[in-house]
Nanobody, 112 residues
Framework: QVQLVESGGGLVQPGGSLRLSCAAS????????MAWYRQAPGKQRELVAS???????QYANSVKGRFTMSRDNAKNTVYLQMNSLKPEDTAVYYC??????WGQGTQVTVSS
């Protein structure tokens, strides 16, 4: 069983940056594919970024070039660096592990 706890969300102005963290416990995530999803009000949850066990990454077209996902297996943690944030990035961001486990989510609000 893996527990995931996201942190780092908040309110930021357009053009600003945030760094989300997802700390895992209960088991090592070093061999897991990890992902970040987001869900805006009234919309379906969508995949934002994923990272393989060997740190290969993939991104949604809407965030490519602005977001960077990384992992630190020694800390059992993954990150999402979000730059040049836009109002349309406003959503609850969820960490996802091994296509099975979900965190509770962290709110990101981009507004002036």
């Amino acid at each position: 069983q893996v527990q995931l706890v996201e942190s780092g969300g908040g309110l930021v102005q357009p053009g600003g940056s945030l760094r989300l963290s997802c700390a895992a416990s209960g088991s090592s995530i070093s061999t897991y594919r990890m992902a970040w999803y987001r869900q805006a009000p009234g919309k379906q949850r969508e995949l934002v970024a994923s990272i393989s066990w060997y740190s290969g990454t993939q991104y949604a077209n809407s965030v490519k070039g602005r977001f960077t996902m990384s992992r630190d297996n020694a800390k059992n943690t993954v990150y999402l660096q979000m730059n040049s944030l836009k109002p349309e990035d406003t959503a609850v961001y969820y960490c996802h592990a091994d296509s099975m486990y979900w965190g509770q989510g962290t709110q990101v609000t981009v507004s002036s």
